[in-house]
């Protein structure tokens, strides 16, 4: 049996992107405005709020990717696999990642490598929803973070455990019975 326990309400996790999209309007206010970039599946929720809060003189792009590093378990897998990398021609823009969550670093990591030799962008910024610090393997500093938080499976708010709970508007702790594993 799953159960999962709420870490933050859905009102705590909107008062805090109304804050960090305020906070990045802040720094690209006086540059040309970012791409932005969301890492799919997990980010499309924390995206869809966030750009709606961030205020820029310019419109922003908006592009998308899928990587991922986890399969269904709760373990990383340790390599990232690539099922869509499609972006048109970003060369010297700002470009703003947004990642549901950075684990062991290591999908973040190979992402912002590629994009810097890819597009040689003027900035690279990654913004994460969630940060866990201590699974850290490899070493990335997030620029934006909605909430650091211990080593716990979470879900919602676009992530997932097997597919499933990203359609949950709050972030909960996943703990599961040993038996089932549903
Ligand atoms: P990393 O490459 O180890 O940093 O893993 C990043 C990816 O692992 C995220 O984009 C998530 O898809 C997944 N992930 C890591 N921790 C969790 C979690 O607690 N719940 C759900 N997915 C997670
Ligand atoms: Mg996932």
Redesign the pocket.
Known sequence: MAVITPIFTEEEIQKRIKSLGAEISAEYAGLESPVVIG?MK??FCFLADLVRNIKTPDPLQIEFVR????GSA?E?SGH?QTPYLELPNISRRHILVI??????????KFFMEYLQDQFNPKTLKIAAF?D?PS?R?VE?EPDYVGFTIED????GYG???AEKYRELPFLGE?QLSATTGS
């Open positions: 890492v997990g980010a990587l991922s590093s986890y709760t990383s990232v990642e549901d969550i950075i684990d062991s670093g290591r999908t973040a969630l866990k699974r393997i990335v716990l499976f979470v879900v992530l997932d455990y996943l």
